[in-house]
Every structure is written in structure tokens, then in C-alpha cells.
């Protein structure tokens, strides 16, 4: 059974940064492209920053671009999403996901709880 778990969510002021976690188990991680998905009320769900299996490739939205760093570690079936010069729309439920698809895609075969992040302005 495959689950993924989220950590590192809260509420933090503009500009602030935030560090999300996500611990996988029952897959071969390594083989898994990872990624983080956010979805706010009445706003469309957007993929934020995905990383390859290798973690040597990685895939930013335009709106987070330079601001958030996507990192994984295959060793402790763990990716992470570091967020930096938070802003008030940013604020959103974030979502991990796992996908047995190539980085370009934004489709997902698993997915973690959520975790909410709040930025005050």
C-alpha cells in the first residue's frame, strides 16, 4: 500500500519561507517522479515543482520559479519542497505526489493528504 505523508505546513507571514516534507513508503521511490501539487478554495489545482527519480531534472510553475527549491532524498523515501519570499497567494492545501510518468507530465498515480499553508500579508 502505497502512502505518502505530508509535514511542514503552517501558517507563516509574507516573505517568510517554509520547508514541506513528504515521507513515502510502499514503492520503489528512486523509480518515481515526485511532486507537489496546490489547490485553493475556488482557484484550479497547479502543479508547483516536480523532480525526477534521479533527482538530476526538475519542473517549476512560473509562479513559484526562483522562489521554491524541490529536493528529494532516495534514501529515506523523502522529497521536499523548500519555499522562500512566501506571499499571500501562495496560500493553499499542498499536495505530494508520486507518478510512474515522466517529468513533463503533471498526471499523478498517488497523493499524499495535504498540508495547509497560510501566508498573512
Known amino acids: 500500500q502505497v502512502q505518502l505523508v505530508e509535514s511542514g505546513g503552517g501558517l507563516v507571514q509574507a516573505g517568510g519561507s517554509l520547508r514541506l516534507s513528504c515521507a513515502a513508503s510502499?514503492?520503489?521511490?528512486?523509480?518515481?517522479?515526485m511532486g507537489w501539487f496546490r489547490q485553493a478554495p475556488g482557484k484550479e489545482r497547479e502543479s508547483v515543482a516536480r523532480i525526477s527519480g534521479s533527482g538530476l531534472t526538475t519542473y517549476y510553475a512560473d509562479s513559484v520559479e526562483g522562489r521554491f527549491t524541490i529536493s528529494r532524498d532516495n534514501a529515506k523515501n523523502t522529497v521536499y519542497l523548500q519555499m522562500n519570499s512566501l506571499k499571500p497567494e501562495d496560500s493553499a492545501v499542498y499536495y505530494c505526489?508520486?507518478?510512474?510518468?515522466?517529468?513533463?507530465?503533471?498526471?499523478?498515480?498517488?497523493r499524499g493528504q495535504g498540508t495547509q499553508v497560510t501566508v498573512s500579508s
Open positions: 510502499g514503492l520503489t521511490f528512486s523509480s518515481y517522479t
Open positions: 505526489t508520486a507518478a510512474w510518468k515522466p517529468l513533463l507530465s503533471d498526471e499523478s498515480d498517488y
